[in-house]
């Protein structure tokens, strides 16, 4: 049974940062592209980041860029997204999901095969 549980998500000033980390079990996590998506309420998931199995291409939002970083360890079978210089528009639910296969659009949530439950981040102004 695969599973993508993310931690690292909480309440923190605007500037601030955080670390989220995206466990995986039940999946060879070292051919999986990784991507993090994130929902604000009321609003469309939106995606922020994905990194490529190996680590050789990373890809960000316009929203995020310069400003988070997306990596991973895969002899730990985990996946990370530091955030720095929090603004209060990125206050959401943040979720991970693997994917086996590259696609062109990889920025839509509909090519990914597993997600995790996501973890809310709540940025003060």
């Known amino acids: 049974q695969v599973q993508l549980v993310e931690s690292g998500g909480g309440l923190v000033q605007a500037g601030g940062s955080l670390r989220l980390s995206c466990a995986t079990s039940?999946?060879?996590?070292?051919?999986?592209?990784m991507g993090w998506f994130r929902q604000a309420p009321g609003k469309e998931r939106e995606f922020v980041a994905r990194?490529?199995?190996?680590?050789?291409?990373?890809y960000y939002a316009d929203s995020v860029k310069g400003r988070f970083t997306i990596s991973r360890d895969n002899a730990k079978n985990t996946g990370y997204l530091q955030m720095n210089s929090l603004k209060f528009e990125d206050t959401a639910v943040y979720s991970c999901?693997?994917?086996?296969?590259?696609?062109?659009?990889?920025?839509?949530?509909?090519?990914?095969?597993?997600w995790g439950q996501g973890t809310q981040v709540t940025v003060s102004s």
């Open positions: 990194i490529s199995p190996a680590s050789h291409t990373t």
């Open positions: 999901a693997a994917t086996p296969r590259y696609y062109s659009d990889y920025d839509q949530p509909r090519r990914y095969d597993y």
């Open positions: 039940g999946l060879l996590f070292s051919t999986y592209a």
